[in-house]
């Protein structure tokens, strides 16, 4: 496996000796430089993983070099490392697009941590970036992000179907994310230039489905003041999209079975047959089969719909898939709400795959956006994931505990304050001895580079 590479950049030898040994002595490839221009000829090879950089620099300052660098390339590691930092220059150089800043002077294993975090997340990202590119290759699914077997199974089944006009049924539990790929499905199809067309069966009712799905005449009934095409309609030369299917009361089974045998249908209030060129896809949450046989939904409209079926497989079976996932969302909401978050803590990956997901990849982009939106630091903590709709420690709807409470304050004081100790105390208003002994109770642990006492 290559070796990672990177640049680190001070004008003062001393320093750009001892972070060149202690890197290279940790199995890095090291070169340096004393100066802006110098840094920014050899970063612009584009051969570096990581690049650490000096504010206090001569001909170009650190922070014009970090521009210039995310300017040629937007996807670049930068970690600002300085001897004058403060909170305000750290927001500023995160802002610009550095992924960390440690200060000087700096403890080794502190700086061996932040580094390792830094090509983490550019290893994660490069992975995601090339899941994408792979997938979007071999099968052009937008918006479906997983390595597992099985969502590789699920996009080999999608593709062979999609160039069809096949009938398609999509099991699988709320949020799985059916309707994402019934879309995927639709734009790979030769009727991608067509409407697709979402319809939810299971949040109408049944009095009005039927008008919703096959339009009506004027006068049809009270408030029919004028005509109205349905959804099959509007999805003529295109796809529709029936969600919870297996919600259809019978009388709605059989009017559906007639479209998909006939392809006709005539609007409520008419006798006149209306004819259409629709792909169905359809999706359920339900056991179709198992409702055959209990009599409440037709064998003949079963087999009808599921041509082709395709099974989403539940978050909490595919937990490999989790990493990709969140990060995935974290690089959306990111960019939506303009917070300078770069990933998540492996305590903060630990909890989401121990986690078991009862919403699946909904509650997972859910979960990331908030903690994004309240996280403050450049990675998203376990402290600032709340699953289960409890807050940051439970997974179960209830209101946190006074101590809970506490301890969640405490967290967010020592992130602020980069885990010192002396800081967030003065912050919280207790001594160091106090700050330590409910640290304790509370059972807080210290990252490994976190400081006992100041900087």
């Known amino acids: 496996m290559a070796r990672h590479r990177v640049l680190v950049v001070d004008d003062e030898e001393n320093i750009r000796n001892l972070l060149s040994q202690i890197l290279r002595q940790e199995g890095f490839e090291v070169e340096a430089a004393a100066d802006g221009a110098t840094a920014l000829r050899r970063a612009s090879s584009g051969e570096f993983d990581l690049v650490l950089l000096d504010v206090r620099i001569p001909e170009k300052d650190g922070m014009e070099v970090l521009r210039e ?3 040629e390339d937007p996807g670049a590691v930068v970690m600002i490392v300085t001897g004058y930092a403060t909170l305000e220059m750290a927001v500023e150089a995160m802002r610009q697009g550095a992924f960390d800043y440690i200060s000087k002077p700096f403890k080794k294993d502190e700086l061996l941590l932040k580094v390792r975090r830094a090509l983490e997340h550019e290893q994660l990202r490069e992975e995601n970036r090339k899941l994408h590119e792979e997938l979007r290759a071999r099968f052009k699914f937008e918006g479906i992000v997983g390595s597992s077997p099985k969502m ?6 999608a593709a062979a179907v999609a160039p069809t006009d096949a009938t398609v049924l999509i099991y699988g539990e709320t949020g799985t ?14 009727r991608a230039e067509g409407p697709f067309v979402a319809i939810n069966c299971g949040a109408i009712p049944e009095t009005l489905l039927e008008t919703e799905l096959f339009g009506h005449e004027k006068g049809a009934f009270t408030s029919a003041v004028g005509s109205r095409i349905g959804k099959f309609e509007a999805a003529d030369g295109g796809t529709i999209f029936l969600d919870e299917v297996g919600d259809m009361s019978p009388a709605m089974q059989v009017k559906l079975l007639r479209v ?3 392809r006709t249908f005539e609007r409520v209030g008419s006798n006149k047959p209306v004819r259409v060129d629709v792909r169905v896809i359809a999706a359920t949450n339900k056991d179709l089969r198992q409702m055959v046989r209990d009599g409440r939904f037709r064998e003949d409209l079963f087999y009808r719909l599921s041509v082709v079926p395709i099974e989403l497989p539940p978050l909490r079976e595919r937990q490999e898939d989790i990493p990709l996932l969140a990060q995935h969302f974290l690089e959306k909401y990111r960019a939506k709400y303009g917070k300078p978050v770069t990933g998540f803590t492996p305590q903060a990956v630990r909890k989401m795959r121990r986690y078991p997901w009862p919403g699946n990849v909904r509650e997972l982009e859910f979960a990331v956006e908030r903690a994004v939106i309240l996280c403050r630091t450049p990675e998203i903590w376990a402290e600032d994931l709340w699953l289960g709709g409890a807050g940051p420690e439970g997974t179960e709807d209830r209101l946190p505990t006074l101590a809970e409470v506490e301890r969640q304050h405490m967290v967010h004081v020592l992130q602020r304050t980069e885990w010192n100790l002396e800081e967030a105390a003065r912050i919280l208003g207790l001594s160091l001895a106090q700050l330590r002994r409910r640290l304790d109770q509370h059972g807080v642990q210290l990252p490994t580079a976190g400081r006992s006492g100041g900087r």
């Open 260 to 262: 998909l045998q006939e």
């Open 152 to 157: 590789q199974e699920v996009m080999r089944v």
């Open 177 to 190: 994310g059916k309707e994402i790929l019934a879309r995927s499905i639709h734009d790979q199809s030769r």
């Open 69 to 71: 660098i995310r300017r």
